[in-house]
């Protein structure tokens, strides 16, 4: 049974900075992509940076040169580093893990920008 578990949501002032952490349990095949999702109130999920275990990135236009992913395949582990943070940043955060043919969700962790 594969489990991912977030950390690091919180309240923040707009151009502040947070760390978002998902960790991967459970039998999980080496070759995967792991990312970070967010839904803002009465807004459809949207993709907001995902990483390849080969380390190959991709991010939202509205995230660029603001977030940084990146993991750490020992551990199972995917960041996300979250600066100059706006208004428009808050939502929930969901991690993600594709594995062969499988998707996994976190339960999601709140982040608020607000002064």
């Known amino acids: 049974q594969v489990q991912l578990v977030e950390s690091g949501g919180g309240l923040v002032q707009p151009g502040g900075s947070l760390r978002l952490s998902c960790a991967a349990s459970?039998?999980?095949?080496?070759?995967?992509?792991m990312g970070w999702y967010r839904q803002a109130p009465g807004k459809q999920r949207e993709l907001v940076a995902v990483?390849?275990?080969?380390?190959?990135?991709n991010y939202a236009d509205s995230v660029k040169g603001r977030f940084t992913i990146s993991r750490d395949n020992a551990k199972n582990t995917v960041y996300l580093h979250m600066n100059s943070l706006k208004p428009e940043d808050t939502a929930v955060y969901y991690c993600?893990?594709?594995?062969?043919?499988?998707?996994?969700w976190g339960q999601g962790t709140q982040v608020t920008v607000s002064s």
């Open positions: 993600k893990l594709v594995v062969l043919s499988s998707t996994y």
């Open positions: 990483i390849s275990s080969a380390g190959s990135t």
């Open positions: 459970g039998s999980i095949f080496r070759i995967n992509t």
